[in-house]
């Protein structure tokens, strides 16, 4: 069981004064996941992880970062992938 430690986003709200009101700041906190109960993620801007309980959070790291902390090895050069698809095709 592999449990990752995210920066979950949140919202606290201060009072500034009596004419402006409250003032609303984003803050990250950490959060621990289990890896096993993450069922999908999304990235727009920040990414989303949809969990098995159908809990939805909202964290800093990239799904890049996410993978790599499960140990995935993410390759991001798409030119280097082709590369070596050209390379496994000549070698057959």
């Known amino acids: 069981m592999k449990i990752l430690k995210?920066?979950?986003q949140?919202?606290?709200s201060r009072p500034v004064d009596s004419i402006i009101g409250?003032?609303?700041k984003t803050i990250y906190e950490p959060v621990f996941?289990?890896?096993e109960h993450i069922e999908s993620f999304l990235f727009a801007g920040v990414s989303h992880i949809k969990m098995t309980s159908g809990e939805k959070i909202v964290v800093r790291e990239t799904p890049e970062e996410i993978?790599?902390?499960l140990g995935v090895v993410v390759q991001t050069d798409s030119l280097k992938t082709w590369g070596?698809?050209?390379q496994k095709?000549?070698?057959?």
Not at 89 to 92: G, I, M, P, Y
């Open 10 to 12: 949140a919202t606290v």
């Open 89 to 92: 095709e000549a070698a057959q």
């Open 22 to 24: 409250w003032e609303e």
């Open 67 to 69: 993978l790599a902390l």
């Open 6 to 8: 995210l920066s979950q």
């Open 84 to 86: 070596e698809i050209a």
């Open 33 to 35: 996941v289990v890896a």
